[in-house]
Nanobody, 124 residues
Framework: QVQLVESGGGSVQAGGSLTLSCTFSGGTFSNYNLAWFRRTPGKERDFVSVISRRGTNTYYVDSVKGRFTISRDNAKNTVRLQMNNLTLEDTAVYYC?????????????????WGQGTQVTVSS
């Protein structure tokens, strides 16, 4: 059974940076597309970024383009989300998700496996 464990969340001032990590186990990491989603209270999970199985393709929601970078290390079964120039609107619980597919999907309905989430709080 695939398991995902996020780490790296915390509190930071606006303009600061955080790096989230997600460790994958229970399967062959390189067979899975990995994505980050986030959720604020009262809202559904919103797509943030996805990286393809080999790391050759990445996609971002417009609001984080140029500020966030997704990467993966297939040797260490880890996916990361480097977040720079954080704004108040980035405050959310961030989730790592995985799906065994060739297509880089942005809908949370596609993803089979989810981590427990990690809180990111950006203050002014």
């Amino acid at each position: 059974q695939v398991q995902l464990v996020e780490s790296g969340g915390g509190s930071v001032q606006a303009g600061g940076s955080l790096t989230l990590s997600c460790t994958f186990s229970g399967g062959t990491f390189s067979n899975y597309n990995l994505a980050w989603f986030r959720r604020t209270p009262g809202k559904e999970r919103d797509f943030v970024s996805v990286i393809s199985r080999r790391g050759t393709n990445t996609y971002y929601v417009d609001s984080v383009k140029g500020r966030f970078t997704i990467s993966r290390d297939n040797a260490k079964n880890t996916v990361r989300l480097q977040m720079n120039n954080l704004t108040l609107e980035d405050t959310a619980v961030y989730y790592c998700a995985a799906v065994r597919t060739d297509s880089a999907a942005s809908s949370p309905l596609v993803y089979n496996y989810w981590g427990q989430g990690t809180q990111v709080t950006v203050s002014s």
